[in-house]
T-cell receptor, first 112, second 115 residues
Framework: SQQGEEDPQALSIQEGENATMNCSYK?????LQWYRQNSGRGLVHLIL?????REKHSGRLRVTLDTSKKSSSLLITASRAADTASYFC????????????FGAGTQVVVTP | GAVVSQHPSRVICKSGTSVKIECRSL??????MFWYRQFPKQSLMLMAT?????????EQGVEKDKFLINHASLTLSTLTVTSAHPEDSSFYIC???????????FGPGTRLTVL
C-alpha cells in the first residue's frame, strides 16, 4: 500500500528554474528518502533525512521535513534537462522490518 | 555505495511460460531483499520481502504460488513468475537492505513482456 502522496503529479519547467515537489505521509517515521527514476530505469537514491532533522542539502538538492505536518519537500535548484525524471519519496518506520512505503511520485520535465 | 544487479534486464516470453529474475548484491551481504513491481507511470508496489534461509513474506493480494521467491544465499534472491500472462507484464525491481537496516539499495530493474 502507498503511504505517501506527492504533489504535484507532474511538473514542467524551463532549465534554470527551481522545481519543488511535496510529499505527505500518514504514520510516524524513522526517516524519509527521496529517489529519482529515469524512464524505464532503476531507482537512484538522492537523499535521506532522519526524523530528527529538519533540513538537508546535497548539491542542488534541498530537502525539508516537517514531522508535525507529516510532510517533506524536495527542491531542485537551477534545474537542468538531465533532471527530467520521476521523483519518489519513501518513508521508513522502525517497525516495518526495513520496508519502504513509496509515494505516488512526481514526473518532472525540464525543457532546455 | 552498495551495488545491486538484476538479470536479465529485459525478457520477452510467451504466455504460459515461467520466467526467473535474479537479484544480486555485489559487494555486500543482504539477509533481506525486496521485490517490487511497477506499472507504467505508477509508483513501486512492494510484492514481497525475501529473507535468506526462510520463506518470503508476501504483501496482501500477491499470489505466492505465482510469484515464487527463493533467497538461497546472502547475495542472491530470485523471483520466478510462473505461468506468465500478459497482465504480468511489468517492470520488476529488487532491492537489498543494507547493514544499517534503514536504507535499501535498488537494482536496475527487469522489464518483463508477456506475449
Amino acid at each position: 500500500s502507498q503511504q505517501g502522496e506527492e504533489d504535484p503529479q507532474a511538473l514542467s519547467i524551463q532549465e534554470g528554474e527551481n522545481a519543488t515537489m511535496n510529499c505527505s505521509y500518514k504514520t510516524s517515521i524513522n526517516n524519509l528518502q527521496w529517489y529519482r527514476q529515469n524512464s524505464g530505469r532503476g531507482l537512484v537514491h538522492l537523499i535521506l533525512i532522519r526524523s530528527n532533522e529538519r533540513e538537508k542539502h546535497s548539491g542542488r538538492l534541498r530537502v525539508t521535513l516537517d514531522t508535525s505536518k507529516k510532510s517533506s519537500s524536495l527542491l531542485i535548484t537551477a534545474s537542468r534537462a538531465a533532471d527530467t525524471a520521476s521523483y519518489f519519496c519513501a518513508t521508513f518506520t522502525t517497525d516495518s522490518w526495513g520496508k519502504l512505503q513509496f509515494g505516488a511520485g512526481t514526473q518532472v520535465v525540464v525543457t532546455p | 555505495g552498495a551495488v545491486v544487479s538484476q538479470h536479465p534486464s529485459r525478457v520477452i516470453c510467451k504466455s504460459g511460460t515461467s520466467v526467473k529474475i535474479e537479484c544480486r548484491s555485489l559487494d555486500f551481504q543482504a539477509t533481506t531483499m525486496f521485490w517490487y513491481r511497477q506499472f507504467p507511470k505508477q509508483s513501486l508496489m512492494l510484492m514481497a520481502t525475501s529473507n535468506e534461509g526462510s520463506k518470503a513474506t508476501y504483501e496482501q493480494g500477491v499470489e505466492k504460488d505465482k510469484f515464487l521467491i527463493n533467497h538461497a544465499s546472502l547475495t542472491l534472491s530470485t523471483l520466478t513468475v510462473t505461468s506468465a500472462h500478459p497482465e504480468d507484464s511489468s517492470f520488476y525491481i529488487c532491492s537489498a537492505l543494507g547493514d544499517g537496516y534503514n536504507e535499501q539499495f535498488f537494482g536496475p530493474g527487469t522489464r518483463l513482456t508477456v506475449l
